[in-house]
């Protein structure tokens, strides 16, 4: 069975169903991986299984476990290896994603998995603290996500200035999601957002994962995002 059959397999348990053309996608972007991955790190897991379960199933359960609306814009802030961003592409075309990631050659490999997927993307070379002070991406973006990159206030510096009014951030955690939580409520606040859900869940493997999906419910004044340095030794 191909890597993209077994994720298609564990998806439909959870009534989320996947085209052949889909399920080829995964499997082409699942060698591309694992070729490239050999002259580059982009991720310690190669196996297919493991690649199935805890790539392409766990980029997708913000859709199982949660919601985008169709034809959202969403920012994927430092998507690396392209998770959840190209799986989230593949399963909903109609979305209007935005790769976003502080490493050049990193982002010339996902143009190589778009143009190999025929999947359409627009991949920007920033960090999430310039494209925040960017006018072409500060609130401009209905929905951003973001999935194993900081600590949650950390990561709300980055992600909620490029947040629309009314839109969402979603934050893709694992088994220590409260405790970040709670450390994350003057952050949130003081960048205008507001705790909407967050929804719990495990892997197949038995792993535990969370949604923190956090509502923008105020404009983040400007002297936010700070500079990088900054934000990681003084979080808010």
Same mark, same amino acid.
């Given at each position: 069975?191909?890597?993209?059959k077994?994720?298609?397999?564990?998806?439909?348990? /959870?009534?989320?169903?996947?085209? /052949?053309?889909?399920?080829?996608?995964?499997?082409?972007?699942?060698d591309?991986?694992?070729?490239?991955?050999?002259v580059?790190?982009?991720?310690?897991?190669t196996?297919?299984?493991?690649?199935? &379960?805890?790539?392409?199933?766990?980029?997708?359960?913000?859709? &199982?476990?949660?919601?985008?609306?169709e034809?959202?814009?969403?920012?994927d802030?430092?998507?690396?290896?392209?998770?959840?961003?190209? #799986?989230?592409?593949?399963?909903?075309?109609?979305?209007?994603?935005?790769?976003?990631?502080?490493?050049?050659?990193?982002?010339?490999?996902?143009?190589?998995?778009?143009?190999q997927?025929?999947?359409?993307?627009?991949?920007?070379?920033?960090?999430?603290?310039?494209?925040?002070?960017?006018?072409?991406?500060?609130?401009?973006?209905?929905?951003?996500?973001?999935?194993?990159?900081?600590?949650?206030?950390?990561?709300?510096?980055?992600?909620? #200035?490029?947040?629309?009014?009314?839109?969402?951030? &979603?934050?893709?955690?694992?088994?220590?999601? %409260?405790?970040?939580?709670?450390?994350?409520?003057?952050?949130?606040?003081?960048?205008?957002?507001?705790?909407? %859900?967050?929804?719990?869940? /495990?892997? #197949?493997?038995? /792993?535990?994962?969370?949604? &923190?999906?956090i509502?923008?419910?105020a404009?983040?004044?400007?002297?936010?995002?700070?500079?990088?340095?900054?934000?990681?030794?003084?979080?808010?």
């Amino acid at each position: 069975m191909t890597t993209g059959k077994y994720a298609a397999q564990i998806l439909s348990k /959870e009534k989320f169903n996947l085209s /052949e053309r889909q399920i080829s996608q995964l499997d082409i972007y699942y060698d591309l991986l694992i070729q490239k991955n050999k002259v580059m790190n982009l991720t310690a897991i190669t196996d297919a299984e493991g690649v199935a &379960i805890k790539h392409f199933y766990d980029s997708l359960t913000p859709l &199982i476990y949660s919601s985008i609306d169709e034809g959202s814009t969403v920012v994927d802030v430092g998507t690396g290896a392209g998770f959840p961003s190209i #799986p989230l592409l593949i399963a909903r075309p109609d979305l209007k994603l935005t790769m976003m990631d502080s490493l050049n050659k990193r982002l010339l490999f996902l143009v190589e998995v778009c143009e190999q997927l025929d999947i359409d993307a627009n991949i920007v070379h920033s960090r999430a603290e310039d494209a925040g002070n960017n006018k072409l991406y500060r609130e401009k973006f209905d929905y951003a996500i973001s999935r194993a990159v900081a600590t949650l206030p950390v990561l709300c510096e980055y992600c909620l #200035p490029l947040v629309k009014l009314s839109g969402k951030f &979603i934050a893709m955690k694992g088994s220590n999601a %409260d405790s970040e939580l709670n450390l994350s409520c003057n952050a949130i606040n003081q960048l205008g957002g507001e705790i909407e %859900d967050v929804k719990k869940f /495990e892997l #197949p493997t038995g /792993e535990a994962r969370a949604l &923190i999906i956090i509502r923008k419910n105020a404009r983040t004044p400007s002297k936010f995002p700070r500079h990088g340095s900054k934000i990681s030794k003084e979080s808010l």
